[in-house]
């Protein structure tokens, strides 16, 4: 890639809301990310969240899951829900225009808006394999604590 085309590369990057049903070919692309990067999501999260590039192909996704969590409910006397996400962006996209990380924005926001629609507190866990992502996000800035952290880098992440 040349200069002139990294420098362009912004300008058709789109991160998108959809339903995995109505847009099963969408879903099916993110699923095809996944498996290619060796994310493999729960059963229970699906791709509602996706990055487009200017060719209108699937680069990247999130996939999102939204859920009661009854001990902390009952340890919190109130509804507490948990989001739970996995991001993959495709390998030739890694790196470039941070992909990732705006998925990671996107997905945030996501959880303030069902916060709201549901009028209830919840807490994001996610799982990242990617060491060095793992150490930024737990900078204050991003504000993740690590929750569980192995061997080869990867690390469950939490925040409140």
């Known amino acids: 890639m ?3 085309e990294w420098i362009n590369f912004n300008e058709g990057l789109q991160i998108l809301h959809i339903n995995p049903e109505d847009d099963w070919e969408d879903a099916d692309q993110a699923y095809q990310i996944a498996k290619m ?3 493999r999501p729960d059963r229970n999260k699906e791709p509602t ?3 487009k590039n200017k060719n209108d192909e699937v680069i ?4 999102t899951s939204w859920t009661n969590d009854h001990d902390a409910s009952q340890q919190a006397g109130e509804p507490i829900a948990k989001w739970d996400f996995d991001v ?9 225009e941070m992909v990732g990380m705006k998925l990671i924005k996107q997905a945030e926001d996501e959880r303030k ?3 709201s629609m549901y009028n209830q507190k919840a807490y994001t866990r996610l799982w990242v394999v990617n060491p060095k992502l793992a150490k930024i996000l737990q900078h ?3 504000g993740y604590d690590a ?3 192995y061997d080869d880098g990867s690390a469950h992440l939490i925040k409140y």
Do not use: C, R, T
């Not at 990247?60 to 996939?63: N, P, S």
């Not at 993959?88 to 470039?96: A, E, I, K, S, T």
């Open 2 to 4: 040349n200069f002139l």
């Open 88 to 96: 993959v962006v495709h390998p030739q996209w890694q790196g470039y």
């Open 49 to 51: 969240i996706i990055a």
């Open 37 to 39: 990067v060796n994310i």
């Open 113 to 115: 808006n069902i916060e």
């Open 140 to 142: 204050p800035k991003y």
């Open 147 to 149: 929750e569980s952290e």
């Open 60 to 63: 990247g996704a999130a996939f």
